[in-house]
């Protein structure tokens, strides 16, 4: 459940904002105006040097990302906003959407006259039923002050925006088979090429964001990009500005935080988390949602040959800062951002077979790898739970993982392997006592 929250004083999620009175008041759409009046080359270049990364988990450039769009389109273009949230231990979009929906809807407007596009559809997982009210009332509240509509701000360039609901599938997270969903069809991912922005919504040019990608958007345009960029210690890792971060599991006051970029987990889960529930020992913590490897608390940093490095090397990867390129130089991955956290009192091998009973009930089944991989994998979790497994096995995960890693058309694989990779290595004398007391280690306690 969510406890705390914390803001900048620019926050693009403030607490309680949702009414377009409150957005106003604090500079709402102020910037989406300023936007519509400069060239869309200058909208681009401002989030290029904004150097925001993709807040879904890619960690993409968004204004990279913006430039694949055609300067000239015979077919419509689209911006697709992807907010389906399915992400286990992930809540940072859902806080937006529910507390400044009118900071998503400016941010649609400006991306949809960075990239030429004039409709804007922001695809929202089912269960997510708050967020699509306060979302569609944000709409309307907007096209009835004349934001939106054929004339937004008076100025002559249409902007239309949509809420779209999902059914509630995990894979529809990836954004091509978002795509298919949004039109109607099964979501199963697409083979790329070609990408979104040569075909992706109804074969037409399409940008597919992160919503909280596009709800800070509007705070680049009023700073200016080298200004946001600023915020972050991390712009020489060309990660710029402030970012979500969440925390949840074994802490105190789990919650969503928003703070620049550099960040570190120790930060994170100490000084905004609370510490660890019953001032427990830290296990370890999946730093960035349930698809990144699982970090140990005693980790080291050690990345040879890259001087930016240097003042990390030989310390906790708890004090590492929280980056796209500085977890991904050590094996790690940064995600969505919001931190899983396990006490000492944690089982890791309940908790990946919890993982795992997830990832195998929402592979597409498309990819022969992912689909009969991840079950192959819970299987033996299962008998491994049950006190049936043997070491053969045990050793067979790591196999089984490996041979789905790069092996389907999207990242759904490599997502549901990583957790199996990470776990059963760095855990493995666990594993073992569960093949050698017949499931009965004494170490099942509490599950993440």
């Not at 937004?152 to 088979?177: M, R, S």
């Amino acid at each position: 459940m969510l406890q705390k929250t914390t803001f900048l004083s620019h926050s693009y999620a403030k607490p309680d904002g949702h009414t377009l009175a409150a957005y106003e008041a604090s500079g709402g759409y102020t910037n989406a105006r300023k936007a519509l009046g400069m060239t869309r080359d200058a909208v681009v270049d401002e989030v290029k040097k904004a150097k925001i990364r993709g807040r879904g988990g890619a960690g993409f450039d968004c204004g990279t990302k913006w430039t694949f769009m055609p300067k000239e389109s015979k077919k419509p273009c689209y911006l697709v906003v992807n907010a389906d949230e399915g992400e286990p231990g992930t809540f940072k979009d859902r806080t937006i959407m529910e507390r400044n929906p009118h900071a998503v809807v400016e941010g649609c407007i400006i991306g949809c006259f960075g990239i030429g596009a004039h409709a804007a559809y922001i695809y929202v997982r089912d269960e997510l039923h708050l967020s699509k009210e306060r979302l569609w009332a944000a709409i309307e509240e907007a096209r009835a002050k004349g934001y939106l509509g054929p004339k937004p701000f008076g100025i002559d360039y249409p902007v239309e925006v949509y809420v779209q609901t999902g059914a509630g599938a995990y894979i529809c997270g990836e954004e091509t088979a978002l795509l298919n969903s949004l039109e109607g069809r099964r979501g199963e991912p697409r083979y790329k090429p070609p990408f979104p922005a040569q075909v992706g919504a109804f074969g037409c040019p399409t940008t597919v964001n992160n919503l909280e990608t596009i709800a800070v958007v509007p705070t680049v345009i009023g700073m200016g990009g080298d200004a946001f960029c600023r915020l972050s210690s991390l712009a020489l890792f060309n990660d710029g500005g402030a970012r979500l971060f969440g925390v949840s599991g074994h802490v105190k006051t789990p919650g969503v935080f928003e703070c620049a970029v550099g960040l570190t987990l120790r930060e994170l889960i100490y000084d905004l988390g609370g510490g660890i529930l019953g001032d427990k020992q830290l296990l370890a913590v999946i730093p960035g949602g349930s698809s990144c490897p699982v970090m140990l608390a005693d980790e080291i940093v050690n990345v040879p040959g890259d001087p930016r490095f240097e003042p990390y090397n030989g310390k906790s990867v708890l004090d590492l800062p929280l980056g796209v390129e500085t977890f991904r130089a050590v094996g790690g991955m940064l995600g969505t951002c919001c931190a899983i956290v396990l006490s000492e009192d944690a089982d890791p091998v309940l908790a990946l077979h919890n993982l795992m009973r997830f990832y195998r009930h929402e592979s597409c089944g498309q990819c022969t790898p992912c689909r009969e991989g991840c079950g192959w994998i819970e299987r033996i979790l299962d008998k491994l739970v049950e006190g049936h497994a043997t070491m053969d096995e045990l050793d067979q995960l790591h196999r089984i993982a490996s041979d789905i890693t790069g092996n389907t058309i999207c990242a759904f694989g490599d997502g549901a392997a990583q957790p199996v990779l990470s776990f059963v290595r760095k855990f493995r004398k666990q594993f073992e006592d569960y093949v050698l007391t017949g499931g009965k280690s004494q170490t099942k306690k509490l599950v993440a």
